[in-house]
């Protein structure tokens, strides 16, 4: 009933940047917080940005300064502008969004969803 879909991922040299977008589709109520995930090969998947219904915002350690997490409501879209990237940002690169949507009989009901993940090579 509700997709996220990535799209922007690509390969670009250390040093360069990149805008990650995430819609959300559906029967849409609200979207909460809406969080930019990563696992790179062989590791276990970790959180990079989340961003609140309110506009707060909270990073990982090894991302803060260097890239920021925004959203549209209107839209149902969040971004995650990735400047100054490194080889250890490479990664597939997911969204995760906790939406409340109707159902086909009028339901309100609350989902977790994730996206399919876009990937991020980082490399010269």
């Known amino acids: 009933q509700v997709q996220l879909v990535e799209s922007g991922g690509g390969l670009v040299q250390p040093g360069g940047s990149l805008r990650l977008s995430c819609a959300a589709s559906g029967r849409i109520s609200s979207i909460n917080d809406i969080g930019w995930y990563r696992q790179a090969q062989g590791k276990q998947r970790e959180l990079v940005a989340i961003?609140?219904?309110?506009?707060?915002?909270n990073y990982a350690n090894s991302v803060k300064g260097r890239f920021t997490i925004s959203r549209e409501n209107a839209k149902n879209t969040v971004y995650l502008q990735m400047n100054s990237l490194r080889p250890e940002d490479t990664a597939v690169y997911y969204c995760n969004a906790a939406v409340y949507y109707y159902t086909n009989y009028g339901l309100l009901r609350y989902v977790e969803v994730w996206g399919q993940g876009t990937l991020v090579t980082v490399s010269s």
């Open positions: 961003i609140t219904s309110g506009g707060s915002t």
